[in-house]
C-alpha cells in the first residue's frame, strides 16, 4: 500500500492511503480536537486508517481548519462540518460509484454525527470515542445518534464511560475497551481492526473475511 498527500479544495491539508490491489471502497477517517493537538497525524487515526487499508479501502485523511497546513480559522465545530463535507466530497470523485465509509475519533465522531445529522448519507459508520462531555468536563451537546451506530467506547473514558455511553445511546451499538480511558492507550491497532471489521462487514467486501478481523479484537472486547 502507497500514501501521497491530497489537497482538499484547494485548502486543507490531506493524505490518502492507497491498498496494493483495486480499491473496493474509500473511508474518511475524522481527527480529534484540534485545540488539544488533534491532527491527521493522531496515532489511533493512523491506526484506523491503516487498518481499513488492509481491508482493501482507500483512505483520506484531513485536517481541520487551522490545523497544519489546513487554512482557516477554528470555529468550535461548526465550520468544521463543512471541511468534513468537502473531504467527503473530494473522496467520491476520487472513487466515484464505489461505496463510502466514515469513521472519526472524538472530536472527529463528534463532526461526523452533525454532519449526518445535517442530511449526510454514508455506506458504513464506525465511531470512537464519542465524548459526552468536553475538555472542561461540562456536558456536551450531541447531535443525535441513528439508532444502529457502531461506536467503540473506552470503558474508563474520562469524557464519557462506555456505561455512560450506552446509557445515553442505547439504541446505538457499543463496544467496550476495558481497562482503558479516552486516549485507548496501547490499543490503537485493536481499535483500528475493530472499526475495519464493522466497516467491511457493512459494506459486504468481497473477498474480506470480516469476522476474521473482528476477532482480533475481540479478546479485548465487551460486545452488548
Known sequence: MREEPRLVAGRLEASLRIPDAAPLGIAVVSHPLPT??????????????????????????????????????????????????????????????????????????????????????????????????????QPHELPPVPDGTFIVAAELDQFGTADELRAAYPRARIATMPGVDHFFGRRHNEVGSLVAGEIATALGLPGQDASRIKHQASNRLTLP
Open 36 to 137: 488539544h493537538g488533534g491532527t491527521m497525524r493522531n496515532p489511533l487515526v493512523a491506526a484506523i486508517a491503516r487498518s481499513l487499508a488492509a481491508a482493501g479501502l482507500s483512505v483520506l485523511r484531513f485536517n481541520f481548519r487551522g490545523v497544519g497546513e489546513s487554512t482557516g480559522e477554528w470555529t468550535g465545530g461548526v465550520a468544521e462540518v463543512d471541511d468534513l463535507a468537502l473531504a467527503i466530497t473530494e473522496a467520491r470523485a476520487i472513487a466515484p460509484g464505489l461505496p463510502l465509509a466514515l469513521s472519526g475519533f472524538s472530536f472527529g465522531a463528534v463532526t461526523t454525527l452533525r454532519w449526518l445529522a445535517s442530511g449526510g448519507h454514508a455506506d458504513a459508520v464506525a465511531l470512537v470515542g464519542v465524548p459526552l462531555r468536553s475538555v472542561a468536563f
